[in-house]
């Protein structure tokens, strides 16, 4: 169903309104308006204040519509003319994109929202952030975010830090330094946290050294170091141990982390993690897409030693091709 109306050469009606200024507009499948590019100053009213959309050129931002809808025209996405103070549910945030729930309310703000290239890099990207301090009640910490993640109620789902940024955070199993982020359930608990780094955590089968060498950071809303909501371990990666498991019927099973051609040099070699999920009220984990009984079954953990292991000086920052000292 068609929720816009074309007036003239570059203005269109929509459910928010009339925009002028009209660059080019795109259309989901059926033909209800899924996005607008602009050439001159409009405002929308949002549960987030009034928003302006961008409008000029700018060599810095990523290319994308200035406004974005979904099917029943309600604004989810508004790439802002340069960055503004808009409201979220914990205070006025310098905002640069700004997602919204169909519904309306606040879904993701990100600070800042330019293209990492040649002629604009990272650390051009980092002068224009800025610090933000975050009390959580179990865990507080300051760093550089790329953005906030909420549920509709306005509590915050996940933060993610900006590239290169570390954080410590308090969790269930002590201090976790992340260079990712973490997430949260809706009650405030502790949901996840990506280690910066290998650390030894204490699981109903032995100490396992949890770490993802395949995390990529894009946001941390989903992590692989994850606990229930009343604090115990849920979940886990491992690229540091090998587990042997001795079943009912006395068949022993090895899970290791898989070690594969890195993707950009054919010579160096990395390694993938294996997946460890516990469930408490069961007791029962799933090892990769292998379930056991915790009490009928018997538990050996093996430091996993990585062969032919090196890196070129430019992985060495970001990736785990070697082993690192893990710590408690």
């Known amino acids: ?9 570059g203005t269109l009606q929509t459910p928010y309104g009339i925009l002028g200024g009209v660059d080019s507009f795109l259309c989901h499948p059926d033909g209800e308006l899924s996005g607008v590019t602009l050439s001159e100053k409009n405002m929308i009213v949002t549960q987030a204040g009034e928003l302006i959309p961008a409008y000029t050129e700018n060599g810095r931002r990523k ?8 099917r ?15 409201l979220t549910p914990i205070g006025e945030l310098p905002v640069e994109l700004i997602k919204f729930y169909p519904t309306g309310e606040l879904h993701r703000i990100f600070i800042l929202d330019g293209q990492i290239s040649g002629f604009w890099t990272e650390e051009d990207e980092r002068e224009l952030n800025i610090y ?10 300051r760093a550089m975010i ?3 993640c909420f549920y509709k109620s306005g509590d915050i789902k996940s933060i993610t830090l900006f590239p290169g940024e ?11 330094e992340t260079k ?5 359930y809706e009650s405030g608990n502790l949901k996840s946290v990506e280690p910066a780094e290998p650390v030894l955590v204490s699981t109903p089968i032995g100490k396992i050294a949890a770490y993802d060498p395949d995390q990529i950071g894009i946001n941390a809303d989903s992590n692989s170091l994850s606990f229930t909501e009343s604090g115990e371990i849920k979940s886990l990666i491992t690229c540091d141990h090998s587990i042997y498991v001795q079943t009912e019927e006395a068949v022993m099973k090895k899970y290791s982390p898989h070690i594969k051609p890195h993707p950009l040099y054919d010579e160096v070699l990395t390694v993938s993690g294996i997946k460890v999920e516990f469930f408490p009220e069961s007791g029962e984990v799933l090892i990769e897409n292998d379930r056991y ?18 890196c070129s000086p430019s992985d060495c920052a970001n990736c785990s091709l070697c082993n690192k000292a893990m710590r408690e």
């Open 180 to 184: 990712v982020g973490l997430s949260l």
């Open 166 to 176: 570390r954080a410590a955070i308090q969790t269930p199993m002590g201090m976790v």
């Open 72 to 86: 029943q025209g309600m604004v989810v996405s508004v790439a802002l003319e340069e960055q503004q103070e808009v």
């Open 293 to 310: 009984d915790l009490e009928s079954c018997g538990f050996t953990l093996e430091p996993f030693v990585r062969p032919g292991m090196h």
């Open 1 to 9: 169903m068609v929720n816009y109306m074309v007036l003239d050469a």
């Open 146 to 148: 790329n953005g906030l």
């Open 132 to 141: 933000l301090t975050f009390d959580l009640g179990f865990t507080e910490f």
């Open 63 to 70: 290319k994308k519509p200035s406004v974005e809808f979904d």
